[in-house]
């Protein structure tokens, strides 16, 4: 693949190029803002891309394509973590042979996130080296490290970036190849990759062997720099904090961090030591503070006031002035709210209306709480919606049980919801239980991405799809219905009414292709039957 010397990427962009420049095999995982451009933009290059249901199955398909000896990333935001938690912390124990790069694309502030929880934990907790770069260059030459490092030390890299650095452009050049691939192969190792106490335990001291390892490798890397400037005033950072701290405090010195797990202690020690005054400069939690003062390393760290949210070149400066006034509200902007048009609009107007308890769930139909609709009175994670309804229903006196409505979208129903509806069926509430699923095709939240529901790839060529009728009455529910709620709202109404009122368990689908993607889909099924009846006349002849 030829490209230019220099380019101007965003973040993402950046990983995808160096992706493919190292020959990575696969990109696999599930669109979450701030990360879904990088598997697009890799598909782009010509990589090897695909959506899975969710970032538990990316995760574990990624650990199989490493475990055959090749080059594999697997991208999510930073909640989708939480669910890929499982084989990941179990992964830094049977190790890979391959490179096997996790990129968590956190969002502090929560630009559209329901917590903007602090990724840089799940390195600690896990066991696993970590990156974070601070510009698209170093997105790009993070990424090819973190391959180079995985396939050094057979360990999964995390590399963490943010909403900023995912998503705004910087120059790019110096786009350097790494050495080649090895041809994929499966080698048995029994007590390396089946992890029965008997061999997990061993498998855990060989990981802290690892680490220590990269520990002391760390203390001489190239990925952390010393900046030298004011003795006066010395900054320990990393990541976007980095580009905030340079331009706040231009003339201190700097010590900038970018493996940041395991952490160079001695390195750290020796600059501080240089500096009259030792301030860490991070977004969210005081980890990167809290562990170097762990080690007895005087720091200072940031007032708790800005623990939340992005930090900016004026927040920074406040830091170092030490400068706790509250700051002045935002300006107030226009709230978001769902298209003119949209399908889903009719469902929150019936649920209002009937003054349904209603457990939501994450996708574009969260904004049915805002007004004028108000009709969702839960929304906790993806997925959470069926079980919280159920929990409610459990726990309320009957005719308040009657009331509860699970609503959830077509791709959260895949990525998470068919447990769900299997706790439905099995432990099933007295007063049954109503399902609601917002079927509009796609995936609209994260930029109109497929899912195993619409029948189509990544790139949007036809491929298997889960029926989600035919998987509810495969469970044994009774009642499955299917409607166009903008068609006839009143008959949706009424049908809503008698399953709530039926004590049945009952799965409503509200389908409805969604207005931004409708044009695109019949273009995607035209051209799949095109392809259908041309490989029929093909198999004529």
């Known amino acids: 693949m030829i490209v230019p010397d220099r380019l101007l990427l965003s973040g993402n962009e950046a990983v995808a190029l160096a992706a493919r420049k190292a020959g990575v095999i696969l990109g696999t995982g599930y669109p979450g803002t701030p990360s879904t451009e990088i598997l697009e933009e890799f598909h782009r290059l010509g990589g090897r891309s695909q959506w899975a249901p969710n970032e538990k199955v990316a995760l574990e398909?990624?650990?199989?394509?490493?475990?055959?000896?090749?080059?594999?990333?697997?991208?999510?935001?930073h909640v989708g973590v939480n669910v890929a938690a499982d084989p990941l912390f179990t992964a830094a124990y049977t190790g890979t042979p391959g490179a096997l790069v996790v990129i968590s694309a956190d969002d502090p502030g929560m630009a559209s996130s329901q917590n903007e929880q602090d990724n840089r934990h799940f390195a600690v907790a896990a066991g696993l080296p970590m990156l974070e770069p601070s510009s698209s260059q170093e997105a790009f030459d993070f990424t090819l490290a973190a391959i180079e490092i995985s396939e050094r030390w057979h360990l999964p890299v995390l590399l963490r970036m943010t909403t900023r650095v995912c998503h705004s452009k910087t120059i790019v050049h110096s786009l350097r190849t790494p050495h080649p691939a090895s041809h994929p192969f499966f080698e048995e190792d029994?007590?390396?990759?089946?992890?029965?106490?008997?061999?997990?335990?061993?498998?855990?001291?060989?990981?802290?062997?690892?680490?220590?390892?990269?520990?002391g490798w760390n203390e001489t890397s190239p990925l952390n720099q010393i900046i030298e400037g004011d003795s006066g005033l010395g900054i320990i950072t990393s990541g976007i904090s980095y580009q905030h701290a340079r331009e706040a405090a231009p003339g201190a010195s700097f010590l900038k961090l970018g493996m940041t797990c395991p952490l160079p202690f001695d390195k750290i020690k020796t600059f501080v030591e240089s500096v009259e005054r030792c301030l860490v400069i991070e977004e969210g939690d005081p980890w990167l503070a809290d562990a170097i003062r762990a080690e007895g390393i005087p720091v200072e760290r940031k007032l708790h006031e800005f623990r939340f949210g992005e930090l900016d070149v004026e927040r920074v400066r406040r830091i170092i002035e030490g400068d706790a006034t509250p700051a002045p509200p935002p300006p107030g902007g226009r709230p978001p709210q769902l298209c003119t048009g949209c399908p889903h609009r009719s469902v929150f107007e019936i649920l209002r209306d009937l003054h349904c308890i209603v457990a939501g769930d994450i996708g574009c139909y969260t904004l049915g709480v805002l007004p004028p609709f108000q009709a969702m009175d839960t929304c906790v994670c993806m997925g959470a919606s069926i079980g919280v309804g159920l929990g409610l229903r459990h726990a309320l006196p009957p005719e308040e049980a009657r009331r509860v409505v699970s609503v959830i979208g077509d791709s959260t129903f895949v990525h998470s919801g068919l447990t769900g509806l299997v706790e439905m069926v099995y432990n099933r509430p007295e007063t049954?239980?109503?399902?609601?699923?917002?079927?509009?095709?796609?995936?609209?939240?994260?930029?109109?991405?497929?899912?195993?529901?619409?029948?189509?790839?990544?790139?949007?060529?036809?491929?298997?799809?889960?029926n989600f009728e035919e998987f509810a009455r495969s469970l044994g529910i009774g009642r499955v219905q299917t409607m166009d709620p903008t068609r006839d709202p009143a008959s949706f109404e009424k049908a809503l009414v008698e399953n709530l009122q039926s004590d049945d368990l009952v799965?409503?689908?509200?389908?409805?292709?969604?207005?931004?993607?409708?044009?695109?889909?019949?273009?995607y099924e035209r051209a799949a039957q095109e392809l259908m009846a041309c490989d029929c006349a093909h198999g004529e002849n």
Do not use: F, W
């Not at 029994?190 to 520990?215: F, T």
């Not at 195993?452 to 799809?465: A, I």
């Open 507 to 523: 799965l409503m689908i509200a389908r409805k292709p969604c207005l931004l993607a409708a044009s695109k889909i019949r273009e």
């Open 190 to 215: 029994i007590p390396s990759l089946v992890m029965i106490p008997a061999y997990a335990r061993p498998a855990h001291r060989k990981l802290r062997a690892r680490l220590a390892d990269i520990a």
């Open 61 to 77: 398909v990624g650990l199989g394509a490493s475990l055959a000896h090749s080059r594999v990333i697997v991208t999510m935001k």
């Open 432 to 466: 049954g239980h109503v399902v609601i699923i917002l079927d509009n095709g796609t995936t609209a939240m994260t930029g109109l991405q497929e899912h195993p529901g619409t029948g189509r790839t990544l790139e949007h060529s036809p491929t298997g799809k889960v």
